[in-house]
């Protein structure tokens, strides 16, 4: 099983810009989603954007309406990495985030992942 380590989180003000990576281990092959999902206390995991791959290569993005126009979700091959870029961050993304990995392309449900990461907390501050 892909091992997935994030780091990135942190906290900032409102406005501001966070970049989340997800460091995956192990080679995936086939049609697999990458995914990043958020958690805040008292609510449930919800996903924020996932990209399909084949083999090393992004087929498509999708992005739940929460950061849609305001995240970027990519992928870098030769690494076997997975990024969030996180712009104009609002006191609401305050969650921990968390990378998930499934087999083919499935929808953006957190029952529909089995690997997760550990997760990386984001603050956002007014």
């Known amino acids: 099983q892909v091992q997935l380590v994030e780091s990135g989180g942190g906290s900032v003000q409102a406005g501001g810009s966070l970049r989340l990576s997800c460091a995956a281990s192990?080679?995936?092959?086939?049609?697999?989603?990458m995914a990043w999902f958020r958690q805040a206390p008292g609510k449930e995991r919800e996903g924020v954007a996932r990209i399909l791959c084949e083999d090393y290569s992004v087929r498509d993005t999708y992005y739940a309406d929460s950061g849609k126009g305001r995240f970027t979700i990519s992928r870098d091959n030769a690494k076997n990495m997975l990024f969030l870029q996180m712009n104009s961050l609002k006191p609401e993304d305050t969650a921990n985030y968390y990378c998930?990995?499934?087999?083919?392309?499935?929808?953006?449900?957190?029952?529909?992942?089995?690997?997760w990461g550990q997760g990386t907390q984001v603050t956002v501050s007014s």
């Open positions: 998930a990995t499934a087999r083919g392309w499935v929808p953006l449900l957190a029952a529909n992942f089995h690997n």
């Open positions: 192990g080679a995936m092959y086939g049609q697999y989603s």
